[in-house]
């Protein structure tokens, strides 16, 4: 099984960008994906996740009401829609897969490569 996080770079303050979660070997749609960060000597926070079938979504409060996480089961991918990012988003940004239904990233069985995402004042 392999995931892999794309969509990173770097964009001003007050910009988007919209990262994606690929997975080889798992069909994501039956797991809990989730999207975690990790910025230099700070400890890995989570962002957000998305629940299978319903697809429920839960958000980190530093997010909520700028970035969105949704599916294309049809691509086997989750995406992380991010607006309005601000300097404090800066961070590689993991995508994370497993039947754990939490924000705690032990519980999550299969991590991808992350991607850098830098937001610039």
């Known amino acids: 099984v392999q995931l892999q996080a794309s969509g990173g770079g770097f964009v001003q303050a007050g910009g988007s960008l919209r990262l994606a979660c690929a997975a080889s070997g798992r069909t994501l749609s039956s797991d809990v994906v989730g999207w975690f960060r990790q910025a230099p000597g700070k400890e890995r926070e989570f962002v957000a996740r998305?629940?299978?079938?319903?697809?429920?979504?839960y958000y980190a409060d530093s997010v909520k009401g700028r970035f969105t996480i949704s599916r294309d089961n049809a691509k086997n991918t989750v995406s992380l829609q991010m607006n309005s990012l601000k300097p404090e988003d800066t961070a590689v940004y993991y995508c994370?897969?497993?039947?754990?239904?939490?924000?705690?990233?032990?519980?999550?069985?299969?991590w991808g490569r992350g991607t850098q995402v830098t937001v610039s004042s």
């Open positions: 998305i629940t299978p079938s319903a697809g429920t979504t």
């Open positions: 994370a897969a497993g039947l754990y239904i939490g924000t705690s990233g032990p519980g999550y069985m299969y």
